[in-house]
């Protein structure tokens, strides 16, 4: 809901007052939401810290990332969120070109796609629950891919529609991953969990970038082509993660 708000709000701002303002409502939003978070956040309860030196939260890391799956959950993470933010980012710049030529009010009302997530997130996970994320992972992330494709058409609805599978299939991964590495991590979860959030936000920053290079050489084409390779990369990681977990009960 926070990504949502964000985006559409800054898109409105700027139709109507600017860039500049858009930008500066954002980070004063940013300041009192921390100053709101610095003084009402209750003190830590039942906490006890775990590493009290480098050595010991070295070791841990290393445990960690020595794991037979977790580094492929944070890669995962890394390649979904950085698909994900890359098509949202750069879509605007296709769609203010002709033959669409919307506003940016238009365009940031497209966002309220998120709202799929929120649903998508919550059924997906309780299927994977169900079922086994290792069975199931590579269906959202397979339909993320799908929904890239469809960005390509050159009908409007074809591209809203495609730009709401990817939004629902991001989050049902992303739910399903992020699950799996607290189930996995018998030691150090807290760690663990920071590390997935660690890589997944730097995908977004990573591939988020390059996709930028990719819209300056070759438009709309290109970067669709490249979040398309970074999803198929993710397909090919929850295959490689449902192998892992396979041999595990073969064991």
Known sequence: IGGMAGRIGVTWLSEFLGWQAAIAAAGLIGVCAG?????????????????????????????????????????????????????????????????????????????????????????????????????????????????ISLTEARALVLIVLGVGIVTGGLFAAHSTASGWVGERATRDRALAAAFYLLFYYMGSSLFGAVGGLAWDAFGWTGVASYCLALAIAAVAVALRLRAISASWRNE
């Not at 710049?93 to 009302?109: N, V």
């Not at 497209?110 to 996970?125: D, E, K, R, V």
């Not at 169900?130 to 590579?138: K, S, V």
């Open 35 to 147: 100053t709101i978070f610095l003084f009402s956040a209750p003190q830590s309860r039942g906490f006890s810290t775990t590493h009290h030196n480098l050595s010991s939260l070295a070791a841990a890391t290393r445990r960690l990332f020595a794991d037979r799956a977790l580094p492929w959950l944070y890669l995962e993470g890394c390649l979904l969120l950085g698909t994900f933010v890359t098509i949202f980012n750069y879509l605007g710049f296709h769609l203010e070109q002709p033959p669409y030529s919307l506003s940016r009010a238009a365009i940031g009302s497209i966002f309220f796609l998120y709202i799929i997530g929120s649903y998508s997130s919550a059924w997906f996970g309780g299927l994977a629950s169900r079922y086994g994320r290792d069975r199931l992972l590579w269906m959202p992330v397979a339909a993320i891919a799908v929904g």
